[in-house]
């Protein structure tokens, strides 16, 4: 993880410099220093507030404001469960409550290991195939506990960079 | 290559059309958000290949296109020209399909959708009955255009509706006829469109500038007919704004796409930019002398970003709190200009009525509420998918005729519609006409067009604690009894889930939800009681069970009931035990098995993979005897 | 002017007034705890919900914000009004029960204990401080972060403020007193903003001033004059008065000539 200091910003100040240094564009510019950083670093957001000469404490509130904003680092896997209705009556909860033991974070955190970050999305709007999640935005349909177990050994033993097959 | 007249369009269309051979093949594949989760990609993928290795890639054409709407049967692949339907279709059919389809004009029997009701294998796509009941207006489109090709928009006639308001109506008579087609907003507010746009055009604007706002900050769970048509048509809705644009006086659009719909900012943006090239926006459009241009914006992740005044502070760079709507955002919106904002599917509707006319347009529907309406129809249904019905169809011809009915033959419970500020209708209005004033008049509302149907297994008092739930996460802080007042009533309701509610917890919600509902200053706090007071309304029993009996017949709030394994049907296979995550199942091979209930958490494993249906549930008293 | 019946009463009041400012000229009070007639309408806490009916039809507005019209009817007391009064005190109450003025304010609404669970929050987010930062003082120092149940006023990060000019305005206009200022010799820490402010001291005799962000802002404005910010009022007094002594051949005191201020320094 780099530490705040070292955090290069020529990439904010190009981000902010696409947009023409304007602070109606202050939304879309967090949301690209996101996809850069993989989250809102502090210095990031210093450099925007001055460069779009609004206060910091008004880009805090934007950037606490939207779920799609974090000011912590997230992890390398990104994993949304849905909870949108038709999933929710489909069972979702259930699984969400497997994904949390598994991983032992609970939705809205950070594995230890910054490995997964395990979100919870209102919708993500692909209800025949609830219930849905999501990892690195590849769709996992139909999950069943079972599955979903399956679906998470897959990201963990490949990060323990063995070759174990599942047996089942 | 600028189109800068009305003629130059009507010869690149027909040059468009005299180009397609209407006898040649094309293989229609559907890539809407739902078939994509579903590997259509790699079914292109193989049929790309299979084609060419057949040396056949010249002869048949294969087209991606957005959202058919049958998405229960994903991934789909039409054939046209003559419409053949195979359903569920694998990588692993494409040989199959080539080689008998394609190559021999025979059909693959095992892919057709067989209906239900007669047992009849149906081969053609007209012929299905999920579509064969709907009036696909707007929808059917999405099955011919690929909506990264041009030219299949050209083809069905897009952009002539444009081309005949800007050259053949005064912008006055663009918003008489939209005025006369009594189109209402299909966001969920119901507003007569019309009458938004003449108070946009007619609000005062010191420099003169006014704004076109696309809403498509889709957030009620459970719906996606926004994002399909985004994703699938994205000129309709560019068409639609540009045809506003022109009625109310602005130069200006953007579309306000939620975070959590790639696929369609994708898309969108691609389809400005290709409409731009083509001068159909940006400046001297079609050589019309009016410029017009759209932007599009992403949300952020927050719900309340669909509320107006709340997605045009999000425009601004600023936090998306909802202000008093006392004066109206068509007079000081966006930036404090007047500013017209329509939800996807109104602005979707528009060049449909430019095109065939309002008095064409108000014959469908009923008194108070015209055209059509797109619902996602989800939840427990066996059709699950996109349906498009002329409003006044009943609610139990789209579920049942259309919807297929409920699977396993579970009994209906309720059909939930208008999202978290709607309610829930149960089995004795189902013949209620869809329209937004009937909808209303039961306690629930269209809202923007999710119907989330239930059956026994749903508890209604969960259903109402989930949407409080989604609530409390949503709302902005702002206002009190929004931010505080549903705090404490899903404590109530997480209380009465646990077991925990006591005699005088419905009246207190009702009591709460009263006060909420007169002073909260948004439509979300208003409408925040909805689902709460709609349960209540017609599953009251339901709340007694949970607080007098501490009994959740439905079997969902975990601490009443349990989980039990029925000694007469248990195989002892043993797959329960393998699985649960407490060891909470002991049992021998091929003896009946055992529930520990002290251990087990509820987490629903078994049940749902027991193949004998032997892991029931029961009421704790019941169970524990 | 313009007519208006507020609680039966007929009323004269000018254009575009509240309906808030309207019922105040004439003696009737609404019921306000996020509003303050040196801010911009806020619309938080929902207190001054009032009936209005017109023509077209009744709704239910807020007071502080809702412009007055011609012939319009409004009503500040009806049994749904003091319902939801009592319901948002309530709310309140169980979110903040020892702070003294939600206690008073629902006590006159009869309500003693809530009927929901007690936390122990001291902010009630009437947003007040926030927005005088903004509005009034313009360093925006602070600002609402998170959003929902969870929302909570802070410097960014909980830092100190670096544009905290020290003025005490968010102290001054908390209605619960949860925000406090504390003065030692160098400096004012403000809490809970976790926010300390080094204090400037007068470049004549050396007593408290107020912040360096202040004075040189203050400087700043001042240009050509920008010494008279380093000085505190009575040593400003001084030099005005030796000056005009000066110009008026009449002797003055200086300060330490002067009974009042030898006193204090013997204390």
């Given at each position: 993880m780099q530490l705040t200091s070292q955090i290069p910003l020529d990439e904010v100040d190009n981000i902010v410099d696409s947009?023409?240094?304007?602070?109606?564009?202050?939304?879309?510019?967090?949301?690209?220093?996101?996809?850069?950083?993989?989250?809102?670093?502090?210095?990031?957001?210093?450099?925007?507030?001055?460069?779009l000469d609004v206060p910091l404490s008004e880009v805090l509130e934007v950037a606490t404001f939207y779920k799609a904003f974090s000011l912590k680092p997230r992890g390398k896997h990104l994993i949304h469960v849905c909870l949108g209705t038709a999933c929710h009556v489909r069972g979702v909860p259930q699984i969400l409550d497997r994904i949390e033991r598994t991983?032992?974070?609970?939705?809205?955190?950070?594995?230890?290991?910054?490995?997964?970050?395990?979100?919870?999305?209102?919708?993500v709007g692909a209800c025949a195939l609830g219930p849905v999640i999501v990892i690195d935005g590849q769709y996992h349909g139909q999950m069943t506990q079972t599955k979903v177990t399956k679906l998470l050994e897959k990201y963990t033993s490949a990060r323990r960079g063995k070759d174990e097959t599942d047996k089942s | 290559m600028k189109l800068t007249s009305p003629e130059e369009l009507e010869q690149l269309r027909t040059s468009i059309l005299d180009a397609i051979d209407?006898?040649?093949l094309s293989i229609t594949i559907c890539s809407g958000t739902g078939c994509l989760a579903c590997g259509c990609e790699a079914l292109v993928r193989a049929f790309e290949k299979e084609l060419k290795e057949k040396e056949i890639d010249k002869k048949v054409d294969i087209k991606t296109t957005g959202c058919h709407g049958f998405c229960e049967r994903g991934p789909i692949t039409v054939i046209r020209p003559k419409g053949i339907f195979y359903q569920k279709v694998e990588p692993e059919d494409v040989e199959e399909i080539i080689s008998k389809t394609i190559i021999s004009n025979r059909i693959v029997e095992r892919l057709l959708y067989v209906d239900p009701a007669t047992g009849k294998q149906i081969t053609y796509e007209k012929d299905v009955p999920f579509y064969a009941l709907q009036t696909r207006l707007i929808l059917g489109s999405n099955g011919f255009i690929n909506p990264e090709n041009m030219d299949d928009y050209f083809a069905i006639g897009g952009y002539s509706a444009l081309s005949r308001a800007l050259f053949q109506m005064k912008p006055e008579q663009v918003i008489t006829e939209v005025i006369n087609s009594k189109l209402r907003g299909r966001g969920g507010g119901g507003f007569p469109t019309g009458w938004k746009w003449d108070s946009c055009r007619s609000a005062e604007s010191e420099d003169g500038t006014r704004y076109v706002i696309c809403n498509a900050d889709e957030g009620d769970p459970g719906a996606y007919m926004d994002r399909s048509v985004l994703e699938g048509n994205p000129h309709s809705i560019l068409e639609g704004m540009t045809i506003g644009a022109y009625a109310v006086g602005s130069n200006i659009g953007f579309i306000y796409v939620r975070n959590e719909y790639p696929l369609a900012v994708k898309n969108v943006n691609a389809a400005i930019s290709r409409a731009r090239s083509y001068g159909l926006l940006g400046q001297n459009i079609l050589g019309s002398g009016f410029d017009f241009d759209i932007e599009v914006s992403r949300g952020g992740g927050a719900f309340v970003c669909g509320e107006s005044t709340a997605l045009m502070a999000s425009l601004e760079g600023r936090v998306g709190r909802p202000r008093a709507k006392y004066v109206h955002t068509v007079q000081k919106g966006l930036h404090d200009k007047p500013s017209n904002l329509n939800n996807v599917e109104t602005w979707a509707n528009v060049p449909l009525i430019i095109n065939k006319g309002a008095q064409w347009y108000s014959k469908i529907g009923t008194e108070g509420s015209k055209g059509t309406k797109i619902f996602s129809l989800v939840g427990k249904i066996n059709n699950t998918g996109l349906v498009e019905v002329p409003m006044g169809m009943t609610l139990r011809e789209i579920i049942y005729d259309i919807g297929g009915g409920i699977p396993g033959n579970k009994e209906f419970k309720a059909v939930q519609t208008g999202g978290p500020s709607g309610g829930c209708i149960p089995e004795h209005l189902m013949d209620l006409p869809v329209d937004f004033d009937e909808l209303t008049k039961v306690g629930s509302m269209m809202g923007s067009g999710g119907m989330i149907v239930m059956d026994e297994d749903t508890c209604m008092v969960d259903v109402a604690r989930y949407f409080l739930s989604f609530l409390k996460d949503e709302s902005c802080g702002k206002c009190i009894p929004c931010t505080e007042g549903i705090k404490r009533m899903l404590e109530i309701l997480d209380s009465i889930c646990k077991g925990q509610g006591k005699e005088g917890d419905i009246e207190f919600l009702e009591e709460i939800s009263q006060s909420i509902m007169n002073s909260a200053l948004c439509a979300l706090g208003t409408t925040a009681p909805n689902p709460v007071l709609s349960t209540i309304k017609y599953f009251r029993d339901e709340y007694e069970a949970h607080i007098r009996d501490k009994t959740c017949s439905a079997g969902v709030c975990k601490d009443l009931f349990e989980y039990f394994i029925d000694d007469e049907l248990c195989t002892g296979c043993g797959r329960c035990r393998k699985e649960c995550p407490t060891n909470a199942i002991s049992g021998d091979k091929k003896e009946p098995h055992n529930i520990d209930m002290k251990e087990c958490m509820k987490c629903g494993a078994c049940f749902s993979l027991c193949r004998f249906n032997a892991v029931r549930k029961g009421s704790v008293e019941g169970v524990r005897s | 002017?313009?007519?208006?019946?507020?609680?039966?009463?007929?009323?004269?009041?000018?254009?575009?007034?509240?309906?808030?400012?309207?019922?105040?000229?004439?003696?009737?009070?609404?019921?306000?705890?996020?509003?303050?007639?040196?801010?911009?309408?806020?619309?938080?806490?929902?207190?001054?919900?009032?009936?209005?009916?017109?023509?077209?039809?009744?709704?239910?507005?807020?007071?502080?914000?809702?412009?007055?019209?011609?012939?319009?009817?409004?009503?500040t007391t009806l049994p749904e009004l003091t319902a939801l009064r009592k319901m948002i005190l309530e709310l309140l109450l169980a979110k903040?029960?020892?702070?003294?003025?939600?206690?008073?304010?629902?006590?006159?609404?009869?309500?003693?204990?809530?009927?929901?669970?007690?936390?122990?929050?001291?902010?009630?987010?009437?947003?007040?401080?926030?927005?005088?930062?903004?509005?009034?003082?313009?360093?925006?120092?602070?600002?609402?972060?998170?959003?929902?149940?969870?929302?909570?006023?802070?410097?960014?990060?909980?830092?100190?403020?670096?544009?905290?000019?020290?003025c005490g305005a968010c102290a001054a206009i908390c209605p619960t007193g949860m925000i406090q200022l504390r003065y030692t010799n160098d400096e004012v820490?403000?809490?809970?903003?976790?926010?300390?402010?080094?204090?400037?001291?007068?470049?004549?005799?050396?007593?408290?001033?107020?912040?360096?962000?202040?004075?040189?802002?203050?400087?700043?404005?001042?240009?050509?004059?920008?010494?008279?910010?380093?000085?505190?009022?009575?040593?400003?007094?001084?030099?005005?008065?030796?000056?005009?002594?000066?110009?008026?051949?009449?002797?003055?005191?200086?300060?330490?000539?002067?009974?009042?201020?030898?006193?204090?320094?013997?204390?």
């Open positions: 947009y023409d240094a304007d602070k109606q564009y202050l939304i879309q510019i967090l949301q690209d220093i996101t996809s850069e950083y993989n989250y809102l670093p502090e210095q990031c957001l210093r450099r925007v507030s001055k460069r991983l032992n974070i609970k939705a809205g955190q950070t594995s230890d290991d910054l490995m997964f970050t395990l979100e919870t999305v209102n919708c | 209407p006898d040649k | 002017m313009i007519n208006l019946v507020i609680d039966d009463k007929r009323i004269e009041s000018q254009e575009d007034l509240t309906i808030l400012q309207a019922a105040k000229q004439n003696g009737i009070d609404i019921p306000t705890l996020c509003h303050h007639d040196a801010l911009e309408p806020y619309g938080a806490c929902r207190l001054c919900t009032v009936e209005v009916i017109t023509k077209k039809r009744r709704r239910f507005v807020t007071a502080c914000n809702y412009i007055v019209r011609d012939n319009m009817e409004i009503n903040c029960p020892d702070i003294e003025i939600i206690k008073s304010m629902a006590k006159s609404y009869d309500i003693d204990k809530p009927r929901f669970k007690l936390e122990n929050k001291e902010c009630i987010l009437c947003g007040l401080c926030v927005r005088v930062c903004k509005e009034i003082i313009g360093a925006s120092a602070i600002g609402v972060v998170e959003r929902g149940a969870d929302a909570k006023i802070d410097t960014p990060f909980h830092l100190s403020s670096d544009i905290c000019t020290g820490e403000i809490q809970p903003f976790n926010t300390i402010v080094k204090l400037r001291r007068c470049a004549s005799c050396g007593s408290g001033l107020a912040s360096e962000a202040f004075v040189s802002s203050v400087g700043k404005k001042l240009g050509d004059l920008s010494t008279l910010a380093l000085l505190c009022n009575d040593c400003k007094k001084e030099r005005k008065s030796l000056a005009l002594a000066k110009s008026t051949n009449y002797a003055a005191r200086t300060y330490d000539q002067n009974p009042i201020h030898r006193a204090k320094r013997k204390t």
